[in-house]
């Protein structure tokens, strides 16, 4: 079974030096930051969840979400032509006005006003 490993790009954003004896490996940083992002849990509960302190959650989260962002013109594209876009989207779910979709996803929300 081969070991998981961090996007080098992400991973390039966390090296640094440090002496202490039990510095935080990159993929653990960043796994408790998908979690932290896929459930919206307390920072506390993040750090427990990976026997970290709730300041080096934070600290995690905060420094993966800018490695992530700083990546996103290389994995994130928009459509080059939109109203091609917003045909294709109504022709298959007829759904107007979208241009993207994540997840491919989509959630009918019912109006709280009726």
């Known amino acids: 079974m081969r070991a998981m490993q961090v996007p080098i790009g992400i991973s390039l954003c966390f090296v640094h030096f440090s002496y202490r004896n039990n510095a935080v490996a990159p993929l653990n940083k960043l796994l408790a930051t998908l979690r932290y992002f896929a459930t919206g849990a307390f920072m506390e509960v993040i750090g427990d969840l990976g026997g970290i302190s709730e300041t080096s959650a934070r600290d995690f989260v905060a420094d993966t979400t800018y490695a992530i962002?700083?990546?996103?013109?290389?994995?994130?594209?928009?459509?080059?032509?939109?109203?091609?876009?917003?045909?294709?989207?109504?022709?298959?779910?007829?759904?107007?006005?979208?241009?993207?979709?994540?997840?491919?996803?989509?959630?009918?929300?019912?109006?709280?006003?009726?």
């Open 69 to 114: 962002c700083k990546l996103r013109t290389k994995y994130i594209k928009f459509p080059e032509d939109w109203e091609d876009t917003k045909r294709k989207f109504y022709r298959i779910a007829k759904f107007p006005n979208v241009i993207m979709a994540i997840d491919c996803t989509h959630v009918r929300i019912a109006s709280p006003g009726k």
